[in-house]
């Protein structure tokens, strides 16, 4: 996590690339969602029933729009490791596309099992969503395939780096290792 003034150093200063605004668009996106996520849990400012429902529609795409930003760091990160393989971008491509075309029909079938009801708790007015999705799991599920998919990748490139640098070397193979790793990403994906 970076403090907003190394932030400002390290990032808003610099020249941009897709990655930059990437990773900021996940960045401040993110903090829009906890922002709104608090707010509907607390209830710090009492909120009727239709606005509760809108918001609670944004925050359900606004999680997965940020899902689908990280997984395009996540395939051009691989993509780098992998030394510009054609074939790994091809099917990180169809994996991703696959599971994210399949996310959007689940979630936009589940809207429609959503709704929001106005109560009075203690005199206060809250705003209760009520979710009673049939199929509410599948797209978690479908989310966790690709994080496990991408995670094998990447320990696997890792260890093929391992293997190559004790072939090298016998001498501080882990620090020659974590140079590798860092000189490739920063190389191929910060262009």
Known sequence: ??????????????????????????????????????????????????????????????????????????????????????????????????????NIVMLTINMRYISAEQVVLSGTYQCVVSNAQPSRIIPWILAAVWEAFTLCLAVSIALKHFRELRQQSAGSIIGDCFTVLMTTHTSYSMR
């Open 1 to 102: 996590m970076l403090a907003f003034g190394q932030e400002v150093e390290l990032i808003w200063r610099q020249r941009w690339s897709l990655m930059t605004v990437l990773y900021l668009t996940a960045r401040y996106l993110g903090i829009i969602f906890v922002g709104m996520n608090i707010q509907m849990a607390v209830q710090i400012i009492p909120l009727k029933d239709a606005v509760s429902l809108i918001m609670y529609f944004a925050l359900y795409w606004m999680m997965w729009v940020i899902m689908g930003i990280l997984g395009v760091i996540m395939i051009a990160r691989l993509h780098a490791m992998y030394q510009r393989s054609r074939k790994v971008l091809v099917l990180l491509i169809a994996v991703f596309m696959a599971i994210g075309v399949a």
